[in-house]
């Protein structure tokens, strides 16, 4: 079964750093790009970053650049984001997403569950 | 990069069609057939329904399809469901990088 598990839920205080997790199973972990797309609560969707887990080439999204770290565990086919300096703002639901082949390299075809971020003091 | 501008409200009777606009720049939607669309559930993962402007995913029903003229691009819901309630938000490749539209809450009156 093809599918991304992701790690549990998070409280952190303000000025802290954050690490989530996604375990991907069922499909070769490095033949597609790794995602990260949080959710602010009632807000949309927001492009983080990715990775190549092949190599571990990453790209981000200007807003992040600085404060966010993906990186990718390919013997246990796992990725990781990391969020330093953590603000109110910053709590969201981070998800995951990455490609599939039956759907083109350029969109978001698997999901993970979503984890919950939590940033109050 | 600026977030792609969709309506913030879309809504049809049952039976009829919704079309909803995904607006960028010749940086993103205009520079690459590389748009796609997700239908988001409440409480649930955001979920393919097009990609590659046009092409639908196994299993997504043809009431579903996506255009794209210029820096516009639309998905068009046709038959509306009840089931087709739901947060519909565009995405497009832009260079090194992706954006996300504002999203699109669809109502089935």
């Known amino acids: 079964q093809v599918q991304l598990v992701q790690s549990g839920a998070e409280v952190k205080n303000p000025g802290a750093s954050v690490k989530v997790s996604c375990k991907a199973s069922g499909y070769t972990f490095t033949d597609f790009y790794m995602h990260w797309v949080r959710q602010a609560p009632g807000q949309g969707l927001e492009w983080m970053g990715w990775i190549n887990p092949n190599n571990g080439d990453t790209s981000y999204a200007q807003n992040f650049q600085g404060r966010v770290t993906v990186t990718r565990d390919t013997s246990i086919s796992t990725a990781y984001v990391e969020l330093s300096r953590l603000r109110s703002d910053d709590t969201a639901m981070y998800y995951c997403?990455?490609?599939?082949?039956?759907?083109?390299?350029?969109?978001?075809?698997?999901w993970g569950q979503g984890t919950v971020v939590t940033v109050s003091s | 990069q600026s977030a792609l501008t969709q309506p913030p409200s879309a809504s049809g009777s049952p039976g009829q069609s919704v079309t909803i606009s995904c607006t960028g720049t010749s940086r993103d939607v205009g520079g690459y057939n590389y748009v796609s669309w997700y239908q988001q559930l409440p409480g649930k993962a955001p979920k393919l329904i097009i990609y590659d402007v046009s092409n639908r995913p196994s299993g997504v029903p043809d009431r579903f399809s996506g255009s794209k003229s210029g820096n516009t691009a639309s998905l068009t819901v046709s038959g509306l469901l009840a089931e087709d309630e739901a947060d519909y938000y565009c995405s497009s490749f832009a260079g090194n990088s992706y954006v996300f539209g504002t999203g699109t809450k669809v109502t089935v009156l």
């Open positions: 997403t990455s490609h599939y082949h039956t759907t083109g390299y350029f969109s978001f075809a698997l």
